[in-house]
T-cell receptor
Framework: EAGVAQSPRYKIIEKRQSVAFWCNPI?????LYWYQQILGQGPKLLIQFQNNGVVDDSQLPKDRFSAERLKGVDSTLKIQPAKLEDSAVYLC???????????????FGQGTRLTVV | AQSVTQLDSQVPVFEEAPVELRCNYS??????LFWYVQYPNQGLQLLLK??????LVKGINGFEAEFNKSQTSFHLRKPSVHISDTAEYFC????????????FGQGTRLTINP
């Protein structure tokens, strides 16, 4: 079974530029998460989708970050314009979704390391 | 809302020695508890989880953890570590609601010295 795929693995941009990350979840997984992991910290949830609807985006800086999940499969996370403090690893995860824990165990991709200079 | 505190940011141990990584959580509702491992330049891999039942849970790579409700702790242990256990370890909690998003601690870097 293929895992969660993310691209690119690494990205370096200048501040005020825009950037986009892509995630392809495990086939059949209805729930998709984007996490931000700043160096030295644990991952922080940015946004959670159930199919193509948003479940939780309370910690997404909506003035510069946006995310979409068209057709309930792939997802893109965009930052525009980027700030120095956006330097982090962006992790995508997916789960089956639905009730009961076994449907919600999250599987993580390898992440995209963003450096803003 | 839930929160997780990992009491040690770094833990150095010698190979074949035992290790304990400490985790305390705070929540007003019942929770699930997890330990994840992150190797350099990799994503997170689930080590073990506590859902209900026996408070001692066993995971992959010889790790185990014990849930202590009265002390709100979920410490991770391994009786004998190997060089390959060098990694970052994250404790996480999620509540029993439908969303079940994970809240992570800040991580503990485990370094194994030969």
């Amino acid at each position: 079974e293929a895992g969660v795929a993310q691209s690119p693995r690494y990205k370096i941009i200048e501040k005020r530029q825009s950037v986009a990350f892509w995630c392809n979840p495990i086939s059949g997984h209805a729930t998709l998460y984007w996490y931000q992991q700043i160096l030295g910290q644990g991952p922080k949830l940015l946004i959670q989708f159930q199919n193509n609807g948003v479940v939780d985006d309370s910690q997404l800086p909506k003035d510069r970050f946006s995310a979409e999940r068209l057709k309930g499969v792939d997802s893109t996370l965009k930052i525009q314009p980027a700030k120095l403090e956006d330097s982090a690893v962006y992790l995508c995860a997916s789960s089956l979704g639905g009730t009961g824990y076994m449907n919600t165990e999250a599987f993580f991709g390898q992440g995209t390391r963003l450096t803003v200079v | 809302a839930q929160s997780v505190t990992q009491l040690d940011s770094q833990v150095p141990v010698f190979e074949e020695a035992p290790v304990e990584l400490r985790c305390n959580y705070s929540s007003s509702v019942s929770v699930y508890l997890f330990w994840y491992v992150q190797y350099p330049n990799q994503g997170l891999q689930l080590l073990l989880k506590y859902l209900s039942g026996s408070t001692l849970v066993k995971g992959i790579n010889g790790f185990e953890a014990e849930f202590n409700k009265s002390q709100t702790s979920f410490h991770l242990r391994k009786p004998s570590v190997h060089i390959s256990d060098t990694a970052e370890y994250f404790c996480a909690v999620s509540d029993w609601s439908g969303a079940q998003k994970l809240v992570f601690g800040q991580g503990t870097r485990l370094t194994i010295n030969p």
